[in-house]
């Protein structure tokens, strides 16, 4: 059976404190790839990102953990349309600069990380939802947490 799991990483930046939760994850998929193929089974990993240092951020851990097991991971980026779609959840209002997108400036006030992670959220469901109809061939969704394996709550679970 392939499995097939969206994580949508709401970190914009590789900051310090984002790398101890992004090495959680990654292991977390190491421990569920290597219990899944001890079945017979297969784990791909789509991953949404919003800013490709994320990519460089989980090859470098894909290294060094490389002894413990491998990890098929698909990363994937949302495109404008997914941005401009979601940005009223930021209070924003886009703007197009020449195919480079921009927040227009309401006033000095700061965008709530509560915003910022609604916005990650929204935007990087579509894009999984949108990657996996188009690479993978009838899926069954499954949306219940207590059906994934090791019982983790992901963005996408389904199985082929």
Known sequence: ????????????????E?????EMDYLAMVR???????????????MVIMNNNMVREFERLSKRFEDQGQVEMIFVSPDQQDFIKHMPIL????????????????????ISADKVEAFALAVGN????????????????????YLMPAGLDFDFYAVV
């Open 1 to 16: 059976m392939r499995h097939i799991f969206g994580i949508v990483v709401r970190e914009f930046s590789v900051a310090t």
């Open 18 to 22: 984002n790398a101890a939760k992004l």
């Open 32 to 46: 569920i790839s290597n219990e899944l193929s001890a079945q017979g089974d297969i784990a791909v990993f789509y």
């Open 91 to 110: 209070g924003k209002d886009p703007m197009d600069l020449g195919g480079l997108l921009v927040l227009a400036t309401q006033g000095p006030e700061e």
């Open 126 to 145: 579509d894009t999984l939802l949108r990657h996996v109809q188009r690479r993978e061939k009838a899926f069954s969704q499954i949306k219940e947490r």
